[in-house]
Structure formats: structure tokens, C-alpha cells
């Protein structure tokens, strides 16, 4: 469309021109006209300029007859470049963005297929601190229902919360059992004291720590129950009070590269922990002016100097120390007015599987104990633990596997429930953990016990078989 308006605005031009008769005195007028025309060109250049602005826009002028040289247009400014829009910063995530919701549930089949199912008025029966699902009359149990939310509040900040939803009360009338009732289990924060979080510091209630298996998480450990031994020293794990850990930088990268490898560790509580707690359990009121003191340490060693056939194993040793002053519950009702000793000194070892391994720990002391002679608590020594076995099979047509073997024994007071109850406990147990995909997990296990049944109102120890059964499933 310009370009027809050009040549109509040049033709008009030319018929406007003079004849020859009068081409001399026509002189000044054809000049203005070739001005006005320049004039003319420039406008239509700046217009397809703004309709195009990447394309230059240059015209050659149309010689006019006597028009000496042809007129050039001069280049249209170009437009200046729309102004860059400058990326946003990138929005800092709010601290509730940065919180984990995961958690497993353990479901259980327990079945006594000979021994002491039942007993008579003052004698043991078949059963166990671990496990309430071993008994007369019982089929499936929930172990643990647990959900944990966990997270990074900031850079020196982070925060743990643990309930279980698998927690059994009684009836207070008839004694009847309840199911499925809520109970907190961890609720703790840390504070790192450096950029690189080798030294945190942990407040709330959280695991004690004394003992490897303590220390693990049950979703992670491959045998079904902790041992009376080591869990004597504080049952149910946890308790309410402050904690520091400290991890070397060389002892981080052995754990990362064993978790990277599948490994069943105990969890980064540090290599050293030193801390102070209530000292009466779990979910328990405090009722003594005392603390809980623990101090832990455990360090691994690659083995791989040793030459070939230890290449890629590790193995980990440490121990544990544990004062405190306890005050049990007592029968009928009520917590001892008196507060006992509670002392002890433990240790491990673990040669983690490739393929094959080996765990163990013992820990020796002294706490709480009813004496059926004299009616009372008093304080006697105690002492016990493990030894385990087992091997890894990283492929088969049922996924990977871990058979295991392992022994205990126990002889001490369990302060954990009334009376503090003495234990006697030697057991047996064989199982196989498969994992046919990553978020099940199934456990079969057979085990032979014999156990003092905790109530110190039966005397003697129960024999027996069971078959045991756990399915285990991720979230």
C-alpha cells in the first residue's frame, strides 16, 4: 500500500511538470517540489519503520527528467530495544515447605505351637516384654503404627515428631485391654552449633543413648524385638531431657556409604553423645530431683588394608555408660518413695553383611529388682545381651533377603513395670527378612524361649516354640 501511495504521489508530480517553452523559468519550482518529495519519502519511511522496526527502511529516489543525481533517503532511526525483564529472585521456601511426612506400620501374627500357652495362679507363662501379641488367645496385632514429620526449620534448625498409634491401655475396672491409642515418642528439636553440623544439640524427648539396638529404628532393625539385656537399661528408648552429638566430617562419609549401599545402621546420633535426662521413662512424671547422665561413643573402621577379602567391610565398635535413680511403680498403686540405683556399663560391635556378619553387645550393672523373700525392691546386679549373626542376599527371584541367627540372655530386673519384675531370659531365634519391593517388608522367624514371665507374683520360667510373622509396610 506505501508503495502504490509513492508512485501516485510521483505521477502527480510529473503531470504537474511545465513544457519545454517554459522549462527555464520552471527551474525553482520543480526544486521545491523534489523537496517536498524528499519530505515525503522520509514520512513513509518512518511509518513502515514502526510497522517493522527490524527491517531498515531505504528508498532510492525516482529521477524526475532533468533531476540531476537520484535522491537518497536517509535511514529511519531504529526503534530503541524493549527494556529486558529481569528475573524475579527466586522465592525463599516458607519453613513449613521444607517438613517430611513419612512413617511404617508393623502388623504381627504370633503363634505358640508348643509349651507353656497357660499356666496356673503363680507360675510363668509364655510371654514377653516386647511383644503383647504373645500370648493364649491372640491372633493379628498392630506392633507400631508411627508417622514422623521432620524437617529443616532453617539452617541451624531442624525438627523430629514422633507418635504411635499402636499403643494398648487397660480398662481401669475390668482390666480389658484397648487397642489403637495415640502416644507421643519423640518430639525433640536440634540446634547445630556449626555450618557443617558436626555438633548439634538436641532438646525434647528423644532416644537415650545407650545401646546400638536401642538406638535403631524398629523399622530398620532385622529382628523382631530388641533384647531384654540392653532394652532393660531403658526401656521404650526415650526419654525427656538434652542430648549433644558430635560427628567427624571421616566418619560421616563411612556411614553415607554404608546407607548408600543398603545397610541396616543405627542412625546418625553421632559418633559421641553426652547427655542428662528425667531417668523415669518414657511418658513418665519426673519424681526425683536426680538426672539421667549417659555418655556414648562408637566409631567405624574400613577394613579394606586387611587385603581382598575384606574389601568394602566395615567394622564398628563402641560403649556406653549409664547413672541414674529410679523410682518404679509399685503394687497396688503409686511410685516407690524410695529411688534405687541404676547404673550401668555396655558395648558393641557390628561387622556390617558383605555378605556376611556379625553383632553383638553385653552390658553389665546394677538397678532395680523385687525380691519375693522379702517383699520388696531392692538394688542387685544385672546383667546381659546378644550375639547375631547374619548374611545378605542383594538378588533372588524373590527379592533381596537376610536370614539370621541369634542368641540372648538376660538375668536382672526390669524397672519398666511394677515392681520391677526380675527377668530370666534365654531364647533362640532364626528368621529370614524378605523385601520383594522396596516399601514391604516380611519377616518370618522361629524362635525357642525360655523366660520368667514379668510379674513378680509368678515364680519359675516358661518354655516354648513360636512361629512369629511381620509385615512391615513403608509410607
Known amino acids: ?44 519511511a518512518e511509518l513502515k519503520a514502526q510497522r517493522a522496526p527490524a527491517a531498515p527502511a531505504t528508498l532510492a529516489a525516482t529521477p524526475l527528467g532533468p533531476s540531476p543525481a537520484p535522491v537518497q533517503v536517509a535511514q529511519a532511526p531504529a526503534a530503541p530495544p524493549a527494556p529486558a525483564v529481569e528475573k524475579s529472585a527466586e522465592r525463599p ?88 491409642f495415640g502416644q507421643l515418642r519423640d518430639a525433640y528439636v536440634d540446634a547445630f552449633l556449626d555450618r557443617e553440623r558436626t555438633f548439634r544439640l538436641r532438646f525434647g524427648q528423644s ?29 521404650s528408648e526415650r526419654d525427656l531431657g538434652i542430648v549433644a552429638y558430635y560427628t567427624p566430617p571421616a566418619v560421616d562419609r563411612i556411614w553415607d556409604r554404608l546407607i548408600a549401599d543398603g545397610q541396616k545402621l543405627f542412625g546418625n546420633y553421632g559418633a559421641f553423645g553426652i547427655g542428662a535426662f528425667n531417668g523415669q521413662g518414657t511418658n513418665r512424671t519426673e519424681t526425683n530431683d ?43 498403686s503409686g511410685v516407690s518413695p524410695v529411688s534405687y540405683a541404676d547404673e550401668r556399663v555396655g558395648f558393641h560391635a557390628i561387622l556390617y553383611p558383605q ?25 542387685r546386679r544385672l546383667n546381659g545381651g546378644y550375639v547375631q549373626g547374619m548374611a545378605r542376599v542383594r538378588r533372588s527371584p524373590l527379592g533381596p533377603f537376610m536370614p539370621y541367627a541369634r542368641w540372648q540372655r538376660y538375668r536382672g530386673g526390669w524397672k519398666a513395670l511394677t515392681n520391677a519384675p526380675r527377668l530370666e531370659t534365654d531364647e533362640w531365634e ?28 509368678r515364680d519359675g520360667r516358661a518354655e516354648g516354640n513360636l512361629i512369629r510373622t511381620q509385615l512391615q509396610w513403608n509410607y
Open 430 to 457: 532364626l528368621g529370614i527378612e524378605f523385601q520383594p519391593i522396596p516399601p514391604i517388608e516380611l519377616t518370618l522367624a522361629w524362635s525357642r524361649m525360655e523366660r520368667r514371665e514379668a510379674d513378680e507374683r
Open 93 to 180: 521456601r516458607a519453613w513449613y515447605d521444607r517438613l517430611t511426612l513419612r512413617g511404617y506400620t508393623q502388623l504381627r501374627l504370633n503363634e505358640i505351637v508348643s509349651g507353656d500357652r497357660n499356666a496356673p495362679a503363680g507360675r510363668s507363662r509364655l510371654r514377653s516384654v516386647h511383644d503383647a501379641g504373645i500370648g493364649d488367645n491372640s491372633n493379628f496385632t498392630f506392633r507400631r503404627i508411627r508417622l514422623i514429620l521432620q524437617g529443616d526449620v532453617s539452617d541451624r534448625i531442624s525438627l523430629y515428631f514422633q507418635p504411635d498409634f499402636a499403643t494398648n491401655v487397660s480398662n481401669q475396672v475390668g482390666g480389658e485391654r484397648r487397642e489403637g
Open 207 to 235: 532416644k537415650v543413648p545407650f545401646g546400638w539396638e536401642n538406638m535403631q529404628s524398629s523399622s530398620n532393625r532385622l529382628t523382631l524385638d530388641r533384647s531384654d539385656g540392653i532394652n532393660s537399661a531403658v526401656p
Open 355 to 379: 555378605p556376611f556378619g556379625l553383632q553383638a553387645e553385653w552390658n553389665w550393672g546394677r538397678g532395680p529388682e523385687f525380691d519375693p523373700v522379702l517383699g520388696s525392691i531392692v538394688t
Open 290 to 332: 536426680g538426672l539421667m547422665t549417659v555418655a556414648m561413643a562408637t566409631w567405624p573402621f574400613e577394613l579394606d588394608a586387611l587385603g581382598p577379602a575384606f574389601r568394602g567391610q566395615v567394622l564398628e565398635v563402641g560403649g556406653a555408660a549409664l547413672r541414674n535413680r529410679v523410682q518404679p511403680e509399685i503394687r497396688p
Open 1 to 44: 500500500m506505501v508503495q502504490h501511495f509513492l508512485l501516485a504521489a510521483t505521477a502527480c508530480a510529473v503531470a504537474s511538470l511545465p513544457g519545454p517553452a517554459a522549462a527555464q523559468e520552471a527551474q525553482p519550482s520543480i526544486a521545491d517540489l523534489q523537496r517536498q518529495i524528499d519530505e515525503l519519502k522520509v514520512t513513509i
